[in-house]
């Protein structure tokens, strides 16, 4: 088996290096993108920077799709791979894709996330009330503007009306980030930054914080934060990445379809803030019982089946 090319550097020149690979192939993917883009969406240059900035126009809808899938797809899926083969002789390993995952493990995953969802909410309803200085009044204008634009954005991606348009929406908002950002943040920045401070708590939480921050969105980033420090310590806990991709899935789909069905007329909106609404300490105590149980459960299984697991370890 073959050393990589930067397997014995040091983590800091291995970060250095994995910002200039994801800068390179999210813009050479991009202008690959956008040189497809014109032939198949039938457009001229100018015209496609420009439709780029009216996500109100559903003329536009797919095109926006389309680049949400190639940005992607050039900023978290492919850069892991690469990187994984310079640092390891085995691109499979060193993202712990190797290994497979059961059923029930499958199972544990997915009601963990779903149990977790109201106190996700009331994080985010708490993250949303905040409040700069009068001093940063510029900087909170640009977030919140920022924010709004995102918002804007993926209810414009949600806004399905069909099960072609609902599938869309599952393959580009939570199949492709749940492999590729998953992959790029655990699976490379979570493991550089455990070997550069030598504890996988301290690579869980920055890996955690950069993951969120990524997300340009100021006003989700604590429960962001949160579901990044979970991923993480459940890769951690079960050695493959098969779990935290799917428990970040799940909680991605969970949120399409919850909009969907509400585009339908088939739920009401205030599923979305379950948790976080007047009235609701009931679920929110649910939630707190179950996903302590879950989460319980999930580590004392994993560390039953993976009694050498160990979080004062260098690397995940």
Do not use: C
Not at 214 to 237: A, E, I, K, N, S
Not at 252 to 280: C, H, K, P, W
Request: aromatic share 14%; glycine share 6%.
């Amino acid at each position: 088996m073959r050393d990589g090319i930067l397997q014995n550097t040091g983590p800091f020149t291995k970060l250095v290096f994995s910002a200039f690979i994801v800068i390179s192939v999210f813009l050479i993917t991009l202008v690959a993108g956008l040189a497809l883009a014109m032939p198949i969406f039938g457009m001229g240059f100018m015209e496609l920077i420009d439709s780029l900035s009216n996500i109100a126009h559903p003329r536009y809808v797919d095109l926006l799709r389309y680049f949400q899938i190639v940005q992607s797809i050039g900023l978290f899926l492919i850069p892991p791979f690469i990187l994984a083969w310079f640092f390891s002789g085995n691109i499979a390993r060193y993202l712990r894709i190797d290994r497979g995952i059961d059923s029930r493990t499958i199972v544990l995953t997915m009601v963990l996330v779903l149990s977790a969802i109201p106190l996700i909410n009331l994080l985010a309803h708490y993250n949303a009330r905040l409040s700069l200085p009068d001093s940063l009044s510029s900087l909170e204008e640009w977030m919140k503007t920022t924010e709004e634009t995102a918002d804007n954005l993926i209810k414009t991606f949600l806004r399905a009306e069909t099960v072609t348009g609902l599938l869309l929406n599952l393959f580009m908002i939570a199949i492709i980030p749940a492999i590729g950002e998953e992959l790029l943040f655990r699976g490379v920045i979570q493991r550089l930054f455990s070997e550069w401070t030598g504890s996988r708590h301290w690579g869980i939480w920055i890996a955690a914080i950069i993951f969120s921050a990524m997300h340009l969105q100021f006003y989700g980033f604590l429960p962001r934060t949160m579901l990044g420090v979970l991923f993480g310590y459940m890769l951690v806990w079960s050695g493959t990445m098969w779990v935290p991709v799917i428990a970040h899935f799940v909680n991605n789909a969970a949120a399409v379809l919850v909009y969907y069905f509400i585009y339908q007329n088939r739920l009401s909106e205030d599923i979305e803030t379950i948790g976080a609404g007047r009235g609701d300490w009931i679920y929110l105590v649910i939630s707190l019982l179950f996903f302590g149980y879950f989460i319980t459960a999930f580590y004392r299984r994993e560390r039953t089946r993976r009694p050498g697991a160990s979080l004062t370890k260098k690397t995940p």
